[in-house]
């Protein structure tokens, strides 16, 4: 933002006649109260822009919220580690003298 140096006309003020004086004061109240109104209506649009864009983005997460509940999303298989268990093959499941372990219990840790 630039800042602007206000130099106001000395020599005009001091030798100015009352009159002068008066009709200058009321043309810079003027222009002081058109910038006013210039300055509300911005503040006027950029409040109006500002709530349509809410909204516009409100409606959006409407709509996907709405269509995940039509639409629910299936869930991907999760990614297998390299150290993890391996999934038992149908083959080995109708096995029956095979016994399958699908979890590992964890070691008791000694603290002692």
Known sequence: MTTRRIAPPWDYLHDASDPSLESFA?????HAANIRREIEALIDQWIEDT???LLA????????????????V???PQAEFAFAD???SPRMLRSADRTVRFTR???P????
């Open 26 to 30: 009321l043309s810079r109240l003027n």
């Open 51 to 53: 709530a349509q864009a």
């Open 57 to 72: 983005q409100w409606v959006r997460e409407d709509r996907t919220m709405t269509y995940s509940a039509i639409h629910p």
């Open 74 to 76: 299936k869930a991907k």
């Open 86 to 88: 391996p999934v038992p």
């Open 105 to 107: 219990r964890p070691r």
């Open 109 to 112: 840790i000694d603290c002692g």
